[in-house]
């Protein structure tokens, strides 16, 4: 599962697509309805990539923590996230049972399975664990995705007969 581009915007519902960088900021694709946004810089915006979850001993990285899901769920959807509080709860400890629960809250969780749910609907998970050759495969398609957006594009030159 790839959320290197999947971004999470303050003030604004769902999940969003890194489509193009801009000068003052970049268009993101909403997951939900597919309407593109002009997003600011002073807008604050995590990348799911960079999301971890509070463990006892550690931070676990979103990804796995999806991953984790998808296995759980055999890569269908999860419980609501309108669940009740002590529902969430368990089923998050199934999920990731070395979490830490006084610093992760019920509406951590709930952010995390409704996501989740909105990437699962967009055939977004996977419970296979990333290869190294995979990762690698990732990295080269994203650098040229990023390469491809810096190149200006060439102009057809029109003939004279």
Do not use: C
């Not at 749910?117 to 990295?139: C, D, H, W, Y």
């Amino acid at each position: 599962m790839n959320l290197e581009k999947i971004l999470s915007i303050s003030g604004k519902p769902g999940l969003y697509a890194l489509k193009v960088q801009t000068r003052t900021g970049f268009l993101a694709e909403s997951l939900i309805d597919g309407k593109k946004i002009s997003v600011s810089l002073k807008v604050n915006v995590s990348l799911l990539s960079e999301i971890s979850i509070y463990t006892i001993n550690e931070e676990k990285p979103l990804t796995e923590v999806m991953r984790n899901i998808a296995i759980k769920e055999n890569e269908g959807p999860a419980i609501s996230h309108k669940e009740d509080n002590a529902t969430l709860v368990a089923y998050f400890s199934e999920i990731l049972p070395e979490y830490d629960s006084e610093r992760v809250y019920p509406s951590d969780i709930k952010k995390v399975l409704n996501w989740y749910n909105l990437l699962q609907s967009k055939g977004m998970v996977s419970k296979e664990e990333p290869t190294i050759e995979n990762a690698e495969e990732i990295k080269e398609k994203v650098v040229e995705e990023v390469t491809a957006e810096k190149a200006p594009a060439k102009k057809a030159k029109a003939k004279k007969a």
